[in-house]
């Protein structure tokens, strides 16, 4: 029988299929503005973050992204844009996204209600060269043989309302059922598919040097599990964050969920804040993984108000 890695493939015919699309991470308050556009120029400065993850360690083509993100404020911060760029690839598939943000900012009780919109472009590509066979895969004329490639274009939309401790967020990152097949033919097999993201956090201060952080992003797809992540953080002296997180999905055997997490980010200097955490794979998959890592690096450099006002608050929790 023919061993190809065809679990792989299916898992990326999947997720373009019905299933969540969009790629997940463990610290996703530090890239808000993958998930709202709505969120570009809160960080009072330009902020650029860099961000690595590295899905089921142990399983050959299981996910992997990396990515830069980068946004700021403008005209008296009362725009913000932003943008990111993306690689992510799961088995013989790749998939390159570009994707700009603008947020228009109106002052609102103790602090500000953002109103984004998105624009993006991404290249799906599947390499069906690199699968692997114990026997030829051409003497199979069904399975496809090259590089495939398509671009799609999308736009998306957000609200987020930021206060001093407190943010809520609504969005839609990519709001066009376009589709995605990379193959010519009569029909369509797989669409890229609306994505709906509510995310929230509150800041609670809990002693002059201790912070609490409960923060969680919800996530809904059409004719897809309800998925979502909750972490609880506690931040102290402003320089070191400690927490965990909690992920549902995975299996409805067992229903444990899909992941559990620990993190750690420390603030170097005022400018570098670094952030790890590591997932233990909860569900059946967990006895052919060891678990997931995540790394992110983010510099801010400070911005400059209206007046002669210096923001040296790096906001990096928020």
Known sequence: MRRVYLFIVCIGLGLAAKAQQENQFTQFQHYKLGFNPAYAGNAEGISIAALV????????????????????PVLNNRVGIGAN?????IGVTQQYTAELAYAYRIPAPRGHLNLGLMTSIRNFQMNF??????????NDSAIPV??????????????????QNFYIGVSSPRLLNVNVDLADGNGTISREVPHFFLMTGVLIPLGAKIKFQPQTLLKYVKGAPFDADANLSLIFNDRLTVGVSYRLGGSRVTGLGEAVSGMFNVQMGKNIMLGMSYDATLSELRRYNNGS????LRYFINGRSS?????????FFF
Do not use: C, H
């Not at 760029?85 to 690839?89: E, K, L």
């Not at 007046?307 to 790096?314: A, F, H, L, W």
């Open 307 to 315: 007046g002669d006002v210096i923001y040296e608050n790096p906001r």
């Open 85 to 89: 760029f993306a690689r992510a690839s």
């Open 146 to 163: 090259g590089l495939q490639s398509k671009y799609v274009p999308n736009f998306g939309a957000g609200i987020y309302y930021d206060a």
């Open 293 to 296: 890592v995540e790394v992110v």
């Open 129 to 138: 060269d690199a699968l692997q066979g114990s026997q030829p895969l051409t």
């Open 53 to 72: 993850r590295s899905q089921w360690l142990g399983i050959k083509g299981a996910p992997q992204v990396q990515l830069l993100s980068l946004n700021m």
